[in-house]
């Protein structure tokens, strides 16, 4: 047996990590969305409060008005103010409301288009990553469906570092770094799990 278990495997962590800058930039989109939808939940709210706050000090505001006492006097400037305040902070959130649709209308827009790019990528990368999953030798193969169990696609391979794991440090026996060495074998390490792979897979 050649190397080329441990190609494809190296191979199939690189397109792995492609895979993961598609998905990184979905959710990124996902999180664009999300902060101006959740902005205008917020203006939304307190839109509302404004307006519940304005018909109650307008109401009151009338009621001192009829009854016209002097001792009422602090008490009517207090309200005008927060009636003026309360007007001006609706305006401002209906402001922000109606401006924030067209910027959310655009950038859903520009999201469902990137996302369309991105998904068809990832589409391709998945093709190649299954035809190299089935170009793996049959224990290759076990021990890649054992490993990808504990790891993430981007992230199960690891490299032999002297005796050891490159990435728990667990100390490799010597029998076990000779088959994968010479190509012999595809191993998990017994530390992390990862799949260990012969530095010289690498060229």
Avoid at 182 to 189: D, F, I
């Amino acid at each position: 047996m050649s190397y080329e278990d441990h190609k494809n495997i190296i191979e199939m962590q690189s397109l792995g990590r492609a895979l993961k800058i598609h998905l990184d930039r979905i959710e990124e989109n996902k999180k664009r969305l999300d902060f101006i939808k959740l902005q205008r939940t917020l203006r939304e709210r307190e839109l509302i409060a404004r307006q519940e706050e304005l018909k109650a000090s307008e109401e009151e505001f009338k009621k001192l008005e009829k009854e016209a006492r002097d001792e009422s006097e602090d008490r009517r400037l207090e309200l005008l103010m927060s009636i003026d305040e309360c007007t001006t902070s609706i305006k401002d959130a209906e402001s922000f409301i109606a401006g924030s649709a067209n910027t959310l209308k655009e950038i859903q827009s520009d999201v469902y288009s990137e996302d369309g790019y991105e998904m068809r990528d990832m589409e391709h990368i998945e093709m190649r990553i299954k035809a190299l999953i089935e170009a793996l030798s049959p224990s290759a193969r076990d021990t890649f469906d054992y490993v990808i169990k504990y790891h993430k696609i981007w992230n199960f391979v690891q490299y032999i570092e002297g005796n050891r794991c490159s990435k728990c440090r667990f100390v490799v026996e010597t029998s076990t770094i000779q088959k994968i060495e010479n190509g012999y074998s595809v191993e998990a390490c017994s530390g992390c799990n990862s799949i260990l792979i012969s530095t010289h897979a690498r060229t």
